[in-house]
């Protein structure tokens, strides 16, 4: 499988389009605002387990949360990325097409191939972080190492 080149760019600020609020997404979600994203997540519902966070974030106006179906007209230009974290597949390839065709850089947490980047797993700590990608063959062993690398730090 592909490997992919490790860029350790700036998202400060940078308008990001996030469209699911459950497990995954809210682990990048998570991840994005410590790096000062300016975050827009787009959600039907947001699960009981990531309610409390999720609602949280947007109370203290780190993100911006809209609790309906995603629309494509919500795809605008100014994007500098896109995460397709919705349950649905279909959703997320339609949502991954709409971006593409924008020039927008999209992921999509269902399919690796409709990825133009994976998102790594991340271990920080004072000056120094630590961004963790496979090939895309085995997350586990991405999320096993990460753990033992936060432990390090
Ligand atoms: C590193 C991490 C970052 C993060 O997600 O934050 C991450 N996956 C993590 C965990 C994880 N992923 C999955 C499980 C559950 C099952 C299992 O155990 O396998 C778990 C465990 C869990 O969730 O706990 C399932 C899964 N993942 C992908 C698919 C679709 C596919 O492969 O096509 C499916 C099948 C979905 C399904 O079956 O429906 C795809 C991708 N997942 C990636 C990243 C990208 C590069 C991966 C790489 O580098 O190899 C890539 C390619 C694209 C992307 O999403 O960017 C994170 C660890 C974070 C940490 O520990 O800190
Ligand atoms: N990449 C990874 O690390 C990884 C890990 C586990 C699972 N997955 C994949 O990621 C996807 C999401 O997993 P999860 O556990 O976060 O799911 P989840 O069920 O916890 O959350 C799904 C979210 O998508 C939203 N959604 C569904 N349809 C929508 C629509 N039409 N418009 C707007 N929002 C919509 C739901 O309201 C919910 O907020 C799954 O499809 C799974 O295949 C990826």
């Known amino acids: 499988m592909k490997k992919h080149f490790p860029l350790f760019i700036s998202v400060e600020k940078k308008k990001v389009l996030v469209i699911g ?22 959600a039907k ?3 009981g387990d990531q ?7 947007h109370r203290e106006g780190k993100i911006n ?8 007209a919500d ?3 100014d994007y500098f990325m896109i995460i397709a974290a919705s349950d649905d597949n279909d959703l997320n390839r339609n949502i991954v ?8 850089l999209v992921n999509s947490a269902s399919c690796r191939e409709d990825c133009d980047f ?36």
């Open 21 to 42: 609020a459950g497990k995954v997404a809210l682990r990048r979600i998570s991840v994005l605002q410590d790096f000062g994203a300016d975050i827009t997540v787009i």
């Open 45 to 47: 519902s947001v699960p």
């Open 51 to 57: 309610k409390e966070r999720i609602e949280c974030l």
């Open 65 to 72: 949360l809209m609790e309906r179906e995603f629309r494509p």
């Open 75 to 77: 795809i605008l230009t």
């Open 97 to 104: 097409a709409l971006g593409r065709e924008k020039g927008i």
């Open 118 to 153: 994976y998102f790594p797993a991340i271990a920080a700590k004072d000056n120094i972080v630590v961004g963790i990608a496979g090939d895309g063959s085995d997350h586990r062993a991405v999320a096993d190492l990460a753990a033992k690398v936060r432990r390090e730090l």
